[in-house]
């Protein structure tokens, strides 16, 4: 770990972190939290659902706050009007581009999705939604995949990858027709690697990987990955 | 050496065959033969060589035929006219006057520097190579220190040529200053996008130039290892590079102790599958390290953690084959040509509605008028120019009115559109400019890798609103979906794709929004593109 520390400015606050320490840290440890959905904390970050864009002064760029590391004398912005805007069309534009009916899904009410919705006050979706028919794989003991629900977030890949050191989960095709797959596009009951952890079921921020029957508040426990990473740590 | 230098002279004639991928479906290797069959019949084969070259810049009268001495350029060559022109020219010495090309028009304005041995030399023979001069920049930097190669670079004052336009002196120095070991070398050659040729022309015509251009950058940061990644799609281009890095070990230009010196560095050609995103700086890693072509967001820089994690250092090829000219002649004697910012020259393929397509070379700082009306020889046909496409899908659509702007980095920026991979498309009165950035956005749509929300969800959402406003259930509001959606896509995306991927859409909503005003309230399209296959009855 770096001794050396960095000095800079969030949101008026003046922030000293050690360097290194990304943004969306630095922000953090003084309670300043910046929207996210595909960080989690014990993961690697991905950099992918551009939430957290933040607005750096002296340049006309926005940075993923979960990817950037500070710098001395930044003079970072968490909330303008242009990101408030931004961060609403980006929650849109998921809303949109999958079948997201919270009434019958199995995360409503503990979806990251939909509180991030209410939080950011998106309250219509100006796109044509597109009613996607995605396959729903229930062939595992217990784990169920609906792609239609996914937000290709990519935090089960990396928790299968990063945590559990399988990599049973990875993404096939590209672009809009990006899917989550099991070992080389196998039915999850046929898979020979995966070790049915669920972590992948408790770090979907979304309804789209869950345990059959079972009440989705035990299922959903984002901060499994932390914890782990913070019990190998000790010695 | 001398031996080749007799070799060449020898010949009194020398008749260059175009038989790059441009040349050759027009049937460019049955002419090469039948230039071989008709020397050996008229006897004249001591003293005419016939070469097999690359492109020779004028893609659209192949076969393109070069005669030297005398720069004679006979066009749409087929083998039954062969005879005539080995008779009448190289025997008789009277050029066949009316299949001679007209060179003013086009040539005039074009200034060969990074094309300087294309069509000229045989690129499957380094000896041509050479005999231009070729490895005298090698040469000449490996009785130099690492850091005057670069300073030479920074005098220069060369920009990438991938499209970004950063100062290659700059990256060099990043790169050399990088304290991690080893450091890597890749060559962009992973041209995607439609329409767009010139990196692909450079590499059929002239390797020698990119190998050359790798070798002085390797020497000048302390790389051993360099990759060369080319699409799949370039066969041609592929087979070329692999002759020419055979060639060079051989000659011990690359390998242990080049040239006899302490330098070494191993040269690899790495082969993409086609992902246009795939030539983004990091995802060209990723795919070079073998993993699935996705872009990872900066920082870190490549120059300090790239392939592995090692300091890499990324050009594109266009880039490289500046470089030995610039160490050859001096970093000044380059910023001579173009602007004071700006410095050389630019490769574009210039397509669509023009008079003479192909392969150019202009100086920077020419105006987009000179490259469409000269170079180009203006639209055929007698219609009228509507606008001209500058950057490849992810380019801005300008009109008439911007076309007196500079061809540089920062002025076309500035207006919308990017120098991108140096495509540039005209489109005449029959384009309809909502069709053309449909096209464009369903290209990217197709294209984008995934990762972030405002690429791989927001082009396609602006893609649905095309469909919309194509078939005739347009409605004002889309205008303000589309301008939306556009700026999010162009501010938020993690990588070069989804930043510059809405620029038709943001410059066609610019410069012809009456065009889209039109489909959606008139329900008409004046160019007669859209409303045509399920919008049929749509229509009023």
């Known amino acids: 770990m770096s001794t ?63 990817t950037t590391p500070i710098g001395p004398g930044m003079d970072v912005t968490t909330q303008s009007d242009k990101l408030k805007e931004y961060r609403k069309i980006a929650v849109q534009l998921l809303l949109a581009e999958r079948t997201h009916i919270c009434s019958v899904c199995v995360a409503d009410d503990h979806c990251e999705l939909q509180a991030m919705a209410n939080q950011l006050g998106v309250d219509h979706v100006m796109f044509e939604r597109n009613w996607s028919r995605e396959e729903i794989d229930s062939t595992h003991d217990f784990l169920v995949i609906d792609r239609n629900r996914c937000i290709l977030c990519t935090r089960c890949i990396r928790v299968c990858d ?35 952890c669920r972590k992948c079921a408790k770090v979907c921020p979304v309804g789209a990987i869950y345990v059959e029957g079972e009440p989705i508040e035990h299922t959903k426990k984002r901060d499994v990955a932390e914890f782990i990473v913070e019990r190998r740590n000790r010695k | 050496m001398a031996q080749e230098l007799e070799f060449q002279n020898a010949y009194k004639y020398r008749i260059n065959v175009c038989c790059s991928s441009g040349c050759v479906p027009f049937g460019a290797l049955k002419v090469l033969k039948a230039f071989e069959d008709a020397v050996k019949e008229f006897g004249v084969e001591k003293e005419c060589k016939v070469a097999r070259t690359g492109c020779i810049g004028t893609c659209s009268v192949g076969p393109a035929v070069l005669v030297e001495p005398g720069d004679y350029l006979y066009q749409s060559v087929t083998p039954e006219r062969v005879r005539e022109i080995v ?80 100062p290659t002196g700059q990256k060099w120095s990043l790169v050399a200053r990088a304290q991690n070991s080893p450091k890597y070398i890749v060559a962009n050659l992973d041209e995607g996008d439609p329409g767009v040729f010139a990196n692909r022309t450079l590499a059929e015509a002239d390797p020698h130039a990119i190998i050359e251009g790798m070798l002085i950058a390797a020497y000048a940061i302390g790389a051993e290892k360099g990759y060369i990644y080319i699409r799949s799609e370039y066969p041609l281009a592929i087979q070329t590079l692999q002759k020419a890095i055979a060639q060079a070990k051989a000659m011990t230009l690359l390998g242990e102790s080049i040239l006899e010196t302490p330098f070494k560095f191993d040269l690899e050609l790495r082969f993409g599958a086609g992902a246009f ?30 392939l592995w994690q090692k300091p890499t250092l990324i050009q594109n090829v266009e880039t490289l084959a500046n470089i030995p000219l610039i160490i050859q002649n001096g970093g000044a004697w380059f910023a001579k040509t173009g602007t004071p910012k700006c410095t050389g020259t630019k490769c574009f393929s210039l397509t ?38 500058v950057g490849g899908p992810s380019g801005g659509c300008l009109p008439d009115t911007l076309l007196d702007i500079p061809i540089d980095y920062d002025s076309l920026v500035k207006v919308g559109a990017i120098m991108g991979s140096g495509g540039i498309v005209v489109l005449d009165e029959d384009s309809c400019m909502v069709d053309t950035a449909r096209f464009f956005t369903e290209f990217c ?92 009855e749509e229509i009023e």
């Open chain 1, 4 to 66: 050396n520390t960095v000095k800079l400015k969030i949101d008026g606050v003046d922030v000293t972190a050690a360097e290194g320490t990304t943004i969306l840290k630095a922000a953090k440890d003084v309670g300043i939290i910046i929207p996210t959905l595909c960080s989690l904390e014990g993961l690697t970050a991905y950099g992918g659902c551009r939430l957290c864009l933040v607005e750096v002064s002296g340049t006309p760029k926005l940075f993923p706050a979960c």
């Open chain 1, 162 to 196: 990063q945590i559990e050191g399988v990599h049973t989960l990875d993404l096939k095709l590209r672009g809009k027709d990006s899917q989550v797959i099991m070992d080389l596009d196998e039915k999850w009951g046929n898979s020979c690697s995966c070790t049915s």
């Open chain 2, 87 to 166: 008779r009448d020219h190289i025997v008789l010495g009277l050029p066949v006057k009316d299949m001679l090309y007209e060179r003013n028009a086009y040539f005039k304005k074009q200034h060969r520097l990074v094309l300087r041995n294309a069509g000229k030399i045989d690129p499957s023979r380094i000896q041509d190579y050479i005999n231009m001069g070729g490895y005298g920049g090698l040469l000449k930097c490996l009785t130099d220190t690492p850091q005057a190669v670069i300073n030479e670079l920074i005098a220069s004052g060369l920009r990438g040529r991938g499209g970004a336009g950063f």
């Open chain 2, 277 to 306: 995103v795939a030539g983004e700086e990091t995802a060209i890693l990723a795919s070079v390290e073998g993993k699935r072509a996705m872009p990872r967001p900066r920082p870190p820089y490549p120059a300090n953690s790239g």
């Open chain 2, 352 to 389: 669509g509605k023009v008079n003479n397509p192909g392969l150019i070379e202009v100086p920077m700082g020419i105006t987009l008028r000179e490259v469409v009306f000269d170079v180009g020889g203006g639209v055929p046909d007698g219609k009228k120019f509507k606008a001209v496409l």
């Open chain 2, 445 to 536: 749509v197709d294209e984008s890798c995934g990762k972030c929300t405002p690429c791989r969800a927001g082009l396609a959402r602006l893609k649905d609103v095309f469909g919309k406003i194509t078939n005739g259930a347009g409605e004002m509001s889309d205008i303000t979906t589309l301008e939306k959606s556009s700026s999010f896509i162009r501010d938020g995306s993690l990588c070069g794709l989804g930043q510059t991927a809405p620029n038709p859409v943001i410059t066609t909503l610019r410069y012809f929004k009456d065009e889209y005003i039109q489909h959606i309230v008139e329900k008409r399209c004046d160019a007669g593109k859209c409303f045509k296959s399920r919008g049929e």
